[in-house]
C-alpha cells in the first residue's frame, strides 16, 4: 500500500492516532515535526525564534521531496500548517492518501489550551488564534485531503476504525 499521511490542525490527534495506525498496519511512523527536530538538533520553537516561520516551512518543503524519493508504505504525520503552500499540498497528494482529522473549534481549543510548546499559538488570545488560523486552513485541509474524518466525541479506537473503513475503499 502507498503511504497514509494525516494531516489536520494542531491538536487533532494525528501524532497520537498516526503512531497507533502504523502499528495496527505494521508500517513505518513518520513524524514530520520529529524529522526536523532530529535533523535540526533544535526543538520547533527555537527553530521559530531563532530562524522565523519561513525558514520552518522551507524544511518542511524539503523534506516532503525528500520522502517523495525514499519513504514508502509509512504512516506520516504532518505539522498542522504543513498544507498552507501550494507546493506542499501537491506534494501530500503524491506521497499517498491524504487523510484529514477534522475537529471543532472547542474541541481543538480543549486539546491545545495547556500545551506551551506550539509556536504559532503562544502569546496573545489563544481563541482568538484558533479562531482565525482555523479559518485560513479549513479549506485548504479540504482541498488537500482524500478522506475527511471527524474526531469530536470519537475514541482513538473509533477514530482508527474509520480511518481503516474509508481507506479500504481506495484500495
Ligand atoms: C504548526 C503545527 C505544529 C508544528 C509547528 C507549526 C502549525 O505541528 O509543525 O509548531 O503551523 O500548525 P502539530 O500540528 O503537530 O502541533
Known amino acids: 500500500m502507498k503511504n497514509l499521511i494525516l494531516i489536520g490542525f494542531m491538536g487533532a490527534g494525528k501524532t497520537t492516532v498516526g503512531k497507533l495506525l502504523a502499528r495496527e498496519k505494521e508500517m513505518l511512523f513518520v513524524d514530520t515535526d520529529e524529522r526536523i527536530v532530529s535533523e535540526q538538533g533544535r526543538e ?20 516532503l521531496e525528500r520522502m517523495l524519493e ?14 498552507v503552500r501550494e507546493r506542499n499540498r501537491k506534494l501530500l497528494r503524491s506521497l499517498g492518501l491524504v487523510v484529514y482529522l477534522s475537529a471543532t473549534r472547542q474541541t481543538i481549543l480543549e486539546r491545545v489550551k495547556n500545551d506551551g510548546s506550539r509556536p504559532m499559538l503562544s502569546g496573545g488570545d489563544l481563541e482568538r488564534k484558533v479562531e482565525q488560523l482555523m ?12 478522506i475527511d474524518v471527524r474526531t469530536d ?19
Open 135 to 146: 479559518r485560513e486552513r479549513e479549506a485548504l485541509y479540504r482541498q488537500t485531503a482524500h
Open 44 to 63: 520547533i520553537p527555537d527553530l521559530f525564534s531563532e530562524k522565523g516561520e519561513e525558514y520552518f516551512r522551507d524544511l518542511e518543503t524539503d523534506l
Open 153 to 171: 466525541g470519537r475514541s482513538v479506537r473509533q477514530v482508527l476504525k474509520i480511518i481503516g473503513q474509508e481507506t479500504r475503499k481506495f484500495g
Open 70 to 83: 525514499d519513504t514508502d508504505q509509512a504512516v506520516i504525520s504532518v505539522g498542522g500548517g504543513m498544507p
